[in-house]
């Protein structure tokens, strides 16, 4: 079982005892980024359980649903769904067992320059459909305004690592 560093989510000591607020901090931790894909592992305080995710989009989609099932922090919208498909809402977060491994992604030949850098990602709110808090980088802590934000600075970080690696 690998060791998670989470040393960097208490130095500021903004989590309190309350269990609920471990659901809005989580620790990524990345395998490779092949053709600007990134797959990795999130892993929430909240859940101790590792989610395996290929991805930024299920990746986000993950965090989503576990603040959901944990109920903070609370969002401020309902999501819209299709009408058609309004029963079959699929959940992203299988928080009740272990890992849950894709099929299709080989793990085996993780990039470890990658996997050596993990970053945290603190959920301050939820609002108008998107998440508001910070991503803490190994160099650098960074707020952002919106996942579609919060997506381009862990490209650019992704790309940067990549570029250095070569």
């Given at each position: 079982?690998?060791?998670?560093?989470?040393?960097?989510?208490?130095?500021?000591?903004?989590?309190?005892?309350?269990?609920?607020?471990?659901?809005?901090?989580?620790?990524?931790?990345?395998?490779?980024?092949?053709?600007?894909?990134?797959?990795?592992?999130?892993?929430?305080?909240?859940?101790?359980?590792?989610?395996?995710?290929?991805?930024?989009?299920?990746?986000?989609?993950?965090?989503?649903?576990?603040?959901?099932?944990?109920?903070?922090?609370?969002?401020?919208?309902?999501?819209?769904?299709l009408k058609m498909c309004e029963e079959k809402i699929p959940c992203f977060a299988d928080c009740q067992g272990a890992a849950k491994e894709e099929s299709g992604t080989d793990f085996s030949k993780w990039d470890h320059a990658l996997y050596k850098k993990n970053i945290t990602i603190q959920i301050y709110c939820r609002k108008n459909a998107s998440m508001q808090g910070e991503v803490r980088f190994p160099e650098e802590k960074i707020y952002f305004r919106s996942t579609l934000e919060l997506m381009r600075m862990i490209h650019q970080y992704l790309q940067c690592l990549t570029e250095i690696n070569k």
């Open positions: 079982m690998r060791q998670w560093k989470t040393e960097s989510i208490y130095e500021d000591d903004r989590l309190r005892a309350d269990n609920k607020e471990y659901a809005a901090a989580m620790i990524i931790q990345f395998f490779n980024y092949k053709d600007c894909v990134p797959s990795g592992e999130l892993r929430s305080l909240y859940h101790n359980t590792r989610m395996i995710f290929h991805g930024l989009d299920q990746m986000l989609l993950i965090m989503e649903e576990v603040m959901k099932q944990a109920g903070y922090p609370q969002g401020d919208l309902a999501p819209r769904c």
